[in-house]
Nanobody, 117 residues
Framework: QVQLVESGGGLVQAGGSMRLSCAAS????????MGWYRQAPGKQRELVAT???????NYADSVKGRFTISRDNVKNTAYLQMNSLDPEDTAVYYC???????????WGQGTQVTVSS
């Protein structure tokens, strides 16, 4: 079993920055992807950014140029640096870890990010 723990959420003013962290209890998957998704009230969960253990990244168009995903494979931790935050970025942010061989996905509990105008 893998546990993911997100941290770093909170309240920030529009235009500000915030960094989220996601620590996996273990990650022994040879091919894997760690990612961030978000869900705003009344909306479906949507992709924010993903990164494979080989370093390939993918971003939602809405965050390109503002958010950066990174990961430390030794620490089994992924990060999401969020700059130029907008109230539209307000959501619960979820981290996930996908085993790219089996496609099984583990999810964290989520962390609230609120951007005030």
């Amino acid at each position: 079993q893998v546990q993911l723990v997100e941290s770093g959420g909170g309240l920030v003013q529009a235009g500000g920055s915030m960094r989220l962290s996601c620590a996996a209890s273990r990650n022994t998957f040879r091919a894997n992807t760690m990612g961030w998704y978000r869900q705003a009230p009344g909306k479906q969960r949507e992709l924010v950014a993903t990164m494979t253990n080989g370093g390939i990244t993918n971003y939602a168009d809405s965050v390109k140029g503002r958010f950066t995903i990174s990961r430390d494979n030794v620490k089994n931790t992924a990060y999401l640096q969020m700059n130029s935050l907008d109230p539209e970025d307000t959501a619960v942010y979820y981290c996930n870890l996908r085993n790219d061989v089996t496609t099984f996905i583990y999810w964290g509990q989520g962390t609230q990010v609120t951007v005030s105008s």
